[in-house]
């Protein structure tokens, strides 16, 4: 079976976030003075041949803490959809 997974990948919330904290000041600058508490990250899909959608969840996991996230800084969730 195929499964395209949708990753985000976002910095751990106890952590700064500078990139948030950019935009945050970029927008309050144009007028934005609503909002609040941006926080930048990273989406990411990949599609994945597997047995079932427990075999899909198993690779795109170990995939994420092998090469797509670094735990110390960030935290990642992902859905999964047939395909």
């Known amino acids: 079976m195929k499964f395209l997974a949708q990753i985000n990948i976002m910095p751990q919330k106890a952590l700064l976030d500078p990139q948030g904290k950019a935009v945050l000041n970029s927008a309050k600058k144009i007028g934005f003075d609503t909002v609040n508490n941006i926080r930048v990250g990273k989406h990411i899909e990949i599609e994945v041949q597997a047995k079932s959608e ?11 803490k092998k090469i797509l996230i670094n735990p110390i800084v960030e935290s990642y969730e992902f859905k999964l959809f047939k395909i």
């Open 54 to 64: 427990q075999n899909a969840a198993e690779i795109i996991d170990d995939l994420c």
